[in-house]
T-cell receptor, first 112, second 118 residues
Framework: AQKITQTQPGMFVQEKEAVTLDCTYD???????LFWYKQPSSGEMIFLIYQGSYDQQNATEGRYSLNFQKARKSANLVISASQLGDSAMYFCAMTNFNKFYFGSGTKLNVKP | DAGVIQSPRHEVTEMGQEVTLRCKPISGHNSLFWYRQTMMRGLELLIY????????DSGMPEDRFSAKMPNASFSTLKIQPSEPRDSAVYFCASSQTAPSGSGLDTQYFGPGTRLTVL
């Protein structure tokens, strides 16, 4: 069963605009962690942001924020004021019970 | 601080040859992960070590693959014999897992090894 679903294979956004990348997850465990990683064309995996299932507030890291809706089991990544350097693949991931699941990724293209 | 270090960065070999990939985790991290990434299958977890002990190797595709972690600062992933379908990018990641072992900790990835088996 698929644990992490990213329904947007590719997206375009205009530079300086905000963009939301969707992620839904599936678990029955109350304790889990949600992550977003960025993979630019150079290939490295860069950690962006983390949300714990018990965290009361949505996580934020600079221009990145995680819109955590627990009841809907969604953990969307919001990038504000997009920059050309944000063009990359973005992966949503979940951990629980020492298991680790990655989504299939969303390719974001930022247009000048 | 040095991140996760992987070597080699690129490896080209012929079918049937042995391939050894190396990883040095971030100092102080006690968990280490090996992943494989392909276009067809995405990112797959191969094996996970905690305190140098393999915890979950259910992702290891077959007996041709083996991984070791002889100490806290070094791990290897070996493929013997290699096949063209093993061509992929192999990532090593490490994390600092809390004693409770909930596994909710951020993983930091190395730059990856791009393996091509001809």
């Amino acid at each position: 069963a698929q644990k992490i679903t990213q329904t947007q294979p590719g997206m375009f956004v205009q530079e300086k605009e905000a963009v939301t990348l969707d992620c839904t997850y599936d678990t029955s465990d109350p304790s889990y962690g949600l992550f977003w990683y960025k993979q630019p064309s150079s290939g490295e995996m860069i950690f962006l942001i983390y949300q714990g299932s018990y965290d009361q507030q949505n996580a934020t890291e600079g221009r990145y924020s995680l819109n955590f809706q627990k009841a809907r089991k969604s953990a969307n990544l919001v990038i504000s004021a997009s920059q050309l350097g944000d063009s990359a693949m973005y992966f949503c991931a979940m951990t629980n019970f020492n298991k680790f699941y990655f989504g299939s990724g969303t390719k974001l293209n930022v247009k000048p | 601080d040095a991140g996760v270090i992987q070597s080699p960065r690129h490896e080209v070999t012929e079918m049937g040859q042995e391939v050894t990939l190396r990883c040095k985790p971030i100092s102080g991290h006690n968990s280490l992960f090996w992943y494989r990434q392909t276009m067809m299958r995405g990112l797959e977890l191969l094996i996970y070590f905690n305190n140098n002990v393999p915890i979950d190797d259910s992702g290891m595709p077959e007996d041709r693959f083996s991984a070791k972690m002889p100490n806290a600062s070094f791990s290897t992933l070996k493929i013997q014999p290699s096949e063209p379908r093993d061509s992929a990018v192999y990532f090593c990641a490490s994390s600092q897992t809390a004693p409770s072992g909930s596994g909710l900790d951020t993983q930091y990835f190395g730059p990856g090894t791009r393996l091509t088996v001809l």
